[in-house]
């Protein structure tokens, strides 16, 4: 065979590699293309689409929020700073109660505010520390009227007082749950789609090294 012939052929060998290497690249290109537009979205709006439950459960939020820790954390407050709870002998409730009310009702707010701008992980942190301070301040409400409801007897009318404040503050863990069933969502979908992107990235053809 002839000096020519050889060289024909070795060009013919890398012209054939290089097709195949392309193919691979285009194959590569393909699996990406989802996470390449995914890649793009983020760099555009810095957050990847979410699914429109995210916010059906953020809309629920406000649900417990507005009935137990706005209005009712609300009425709450007002009559303890205005000394109108105190008339009654059940309860004895300093300022102090109506500032953990209060608190916990604004770091709520924030827990909302961080839910809606999707970050999870402080929108949960601030339910919790928002969520008990509210409890542990409407607690010293309804636990005195439980106790004495125990020992002394009052009319039909009072019987069921410390269930009725329960059933107008205690919902608000609600709004707790609901912010812990988003970051868990949130992380799920994350370990999946960091997941699916190792899969394919270990899985992508290795660049042929033949030479130009």
């Not at 290089?18 to 193919?23: G, L, P, T, V």
Request: hydrophobic letters at 45%.
């Amino acid at each position: 065979m002839s000096k020519k012939d050889r060289l024909r052929k070795q060009k013919e060998r890398q012209l054939s590699l290089m097709n195949a290497q392309e193919k691979a690249e285009r194959e590569y290109k393909d699996n990406f293309k989802e996470s390449k537009a995914v890649s793009k979205y983020k760099k555009q709006k810095g957050q990847i689409p979410e699914g429109p439950f995210y916010l059906v459960l953020k809309l629920l939020m406000l649900i417990p929020y507005g009935w137990s820790a706005f209005f009712w954390g609300g009425v709450i407050s007002v009559a303890i700073l205005s000394d109108m709870v105190n008339i009654y002998d059940f309860s004895q409730l300093g300022k102090k109660t109506a500032v953990y009310i209060i608190v916990g009702a604004l770091i709520m707010a924030l827990a909302l505010v961080f839910e809606f701008m999707r970050k999870y992980i402080a929108g949960f942190s601030a339910s919790l520390v928002g969520v008990l301070l509210y409890i542990h301040g409407v607690n010293q409400l309804i636990k005195p009227i439980t106790e004495l409801l125990d020992k002394k007897y009052f009319g039909e009318e009072y019987l069921e007082m410390d269930k009725t404040w329960m059933t107008r503050c205690y919902p608000i863990w609600a709004f707790l749950v609901i912010s812990g069933v988003l970051l868990a969502i949130n992380l799920v979908e994350k370990y999946l789609r960091k997941r699916k992107e190792r899969i394919l990235r270990d899985n992508a053809p290795v660049k042929s090294i033949v030479s130009d």
